[in-house]
């Protein structure tokens, strides 16, 4: 659906109403909390700025078996958000980001949530937002690679309008939605008499902790989702090579007229050592009546050499902010991180036109330095692999990329 007013407007406008509301609530006094930003708090009234800054420097070459080889290098602001959270009461809540920049310049909202919760231990959201998938939905700030790679480029899981129920114990969740297009997705034509809708899709995730100890957890989820385009264009199942810059070298192209996925999850944390993996498949019912077949997964491990241990939020199901040991503003040197992650995205079930509906392979290595919590600076270097088998067009990717992030 379209955006009907400018990202920036609205944002100063959500940013008004909220100081207005704290500034109303006159009957206690005004709090303040340091949580990466000020976080304003009037008895159960709060508010607080949000935002988030990563820029990239990324170095790529480019190895073809047909056609012109070539490099490139470009410094780039990855993304810029900018937005506002909080609650009403311990029933209500609410929060709205925008991108000011994205992967290139585009401007467009991420989260826009409002949340009711009746208990503790469930609650209903609208909105725009993920639903499914741990990396996924787990923000950005505390994945540990600087990409989500390709599992969730084929997955194609992004932010989209939803009203979603949840409910939770102690080591457990359970989810189901039903979804729309994204907030920024152009509102179906209508041209004449002939209307047009939305791509519609439902879906669920389940998880459960059957480990969860000062320095041991484990946590193992499955979801599916099943999705209709409606009159939108046909799904396209493609992948980047593990970095947001440069061109995709393995795609279906526009073929899927409806999916069903399946996706099983885990991540086992063992004190300063993780081991995370996921694995997809995706049933396609294709626009010209074939029904084919494509499969993603990655495998990923990790070990702060510094002695921290992941945060995994077994109530959310989701990534947490990792705890620093010794941040630099205490007087220490902050955290160290390495790390290895195997990607595979599998589209050679998918006959036919486009020939790049091949299988994508990647090493990706990488180091993550954290100051303190919330400042983290990254390198990954990355090895892709595009075989196109049917036409022997074979693509070979070498990335190399650095990135000073900060939130707030």
Same mark, same amino acid.
């Given at each position: 659906?379209?955006?009907?007013?400018?990202?920036?407007?609205?944002?100063?406008?959500?940013?008004?109403?909220?100081?207005?509301?704290?500034?109303?609530?006159?009957?206690?006094?005004?709090?303040?909390?340091?949580?990466?930003?000020?976080?304003? +708090?009037?008895?159960?009234?709060?508010?607080?700025?949000?935002?988030?800054?990563?820029?990239?420097?990324?170095?790529?070459?480019?190895?073809?078996?047909?056609?012109?080889?070539? #490099?490139?290098? @470009?410094?780039?602001?990855?993304?810029?958000?900018?937005?506002?959270?909080?609650?009403?009461?311990?029933?209500?809540?609410?929060?709205?980001?925008?991108?000011?920049?994205?992967?290139?310049?585009?401007?467009?909202?991420?989260? @826009?949530?409002?949340?009711?919760?009746?208990?503790?231990?469930?609650?209903?959201?609208?909105?725009?937002?993920?639903?499914?998938?741990?990396?996924? !939905?787990?923000?950005?700030?505390?994945?540990?690679?600087?990409?989500?790679?390709?599992?969730?480029? !084929?997955?194609?899981?992004?932010?989209?309008?939803?009203?979603?129920?949840?409910?939770?114990?102690?080591?457990?969740?359970?989810?189901?939605?039903?979804?729309?297009? #994204?907030?920024?997705?152009?509102?179906?034509?209508?041209?004449?008499?002939?209307?047009? +809708?939305?791509?519609?899709?439902?879906?669920?995730?389940?998880?459960?902790?059957?480990?969860?100890?000062?320095? &041991?957890?484990?946590?193992?989820?499955?979801?599916?989702? &099943?999705?209709?385009?409606?009159?939108?264009?046909?799904?396209?199942?493609?992948?980047?090579?593990?970095?947001?810059?440069?061109?995709?070298?393995?795609?279906?192209?526009? !073929?899927?007229?409806?999916?069903?996925?399946?996706?099983?999850?885990?991540?086992?944390?063992?004190?300063?050592? +993780?081991?995370?993996?996921?694995?997809?498949?995706?049933?396609?019912?294709?626009?010209?009546?074939?029904?084919?077949?494509?499969?993603?997964?990655?495998?990923?491990?990790?070990?702060?050499?510094?002695?921290?241990?992941?945060?995994?939020?077994?109530?959310?199901?989701?990534?947490?902010?990792?705890?620093?040991?010794?941040?630099?503003?205490?007087?220490?040197?902050?955290?160290?991180?390495?790390?290895?992650?195997?990607?595979?995205?599998?589209?050679?079930?998918?006959?036919?036109?486009?020939?790049?509906?091949?299988?994508?392979?990647?090493?990706?290595?990488?180091?993550?330095?954290?100051?303190?919590?919330?400042?983290?600076?990254?390198?990954?270097?990355?090895?892709?692999?595009?075989?196109?088998?049917?036409?022997?067009?074979?693509?070979?990717?070498?990335?190399?990329?650095?990135?000073?992030?900060?939130?707030?």
């Amino acid at each position: 659906m379209m955006t009907k007013t400018s990202l920036a407007c609205g944002s100063a406008l959500g940013a008004l109403m909220a100081l207005a509301l704290v500034s109303g609530a006159s009957a206690q006094e005004t709090t303040t909390a340091w949580k990466g930003a000020p976080q304003f +708090s009037n008895d159960t009234l709060t508010f607080k700025v949000r935002g988030r800054v990563y820029m990239d420097v990324v170095s790529q070459e480019v190895d073809r078996e047909t056609g012109a080889d070539f #490099s490139s290098q @470009v410094s780039r602001v990855r993304t810029a958000r900018l937005g506002v959270e909080g609650t009403w009461n311990q029933n209500w809540a609410y929060k709205a980001e925008a991108a000011i920049s994205s992967g290139g310049g585009t401007t467009q909202w991420e989260d @826009v949530v409002l949340e009711y919760k009746p208990n503790d231990f469930s609650s209903i959201m609208v909105g725009n937002f993920k639903t499914v998938s741990l990396e996924n !939905i787990s923000s950005s700030r505390y994945i540990t690679f600087m990409e989500r790679g390709p599992f969730n480029d !084929i997955i194609d899981a992004g932010r989209v309008m939803n009203i979603s129920g949840k409910m939770n114990g102690e080591n457990w969740t359970v989810q189901a939605a039903i979804s729309g297009d #994204s907030i920024n997705a152009a509102d179906p034509t209508v041209t004449g008499t002939a209307g047009g +809708s939305d791509q519609v899709s439902i879906n669920a995730r389940a998880t459960w902790a059957p480990i969860v100890t000062d320095t &041991q957890t484990l946590h193992l989820g499955i979801w599916g989702r &099943q999705r209709d385009r409606s009159d939108q264009a046909g799904f396209n199942y493609q992948v980047r090579n593990n970095t947001n810059y440069g061109a995709r070298y393995t795609s279906s192209g526009a !073929i899927g007229d409806n999916d069903t996925m399946i996706g099983l999850e885990g991540l086992f944390i063992n004190g300063p050592f +993780s081991v995370q993996a996921e694995w997809a498949n995706i049933d396609i019912d294709r626009t010209n009546g074939l029904t084919e077949t494509a499969q993603a997964y990655y495998v990923a491990a990790s070990w702060f050499v510094t002695g921290e241990k992941r945060n995994m939020d077994v109530k959310k199901g989701e990534l947490g902010r990792t705890k620093i040991l010794a941040p630099m503003t205490a007087g220490g040197f902050g955290a160290f991180e390495l790390a290895a992650r195997y990607d595979s995205a599998d589209l050679t079930d998918i006959t036919g036109a486009p020939t790049t509906a091949g299988e994508y392979t990647a090493w990706t290595l990488g180091a993550n330095w954290y100051p303190f919590p919330y400042v983290r600076f990254m390198a990954n270097y990355t090895r892709s692999t595009n075989d196109n088998f049917s036409v022997g067009s074979d693509v070979d990717v070498d990335t190399l990329q650095f990135r000073a992030q900060f939130d707030f």
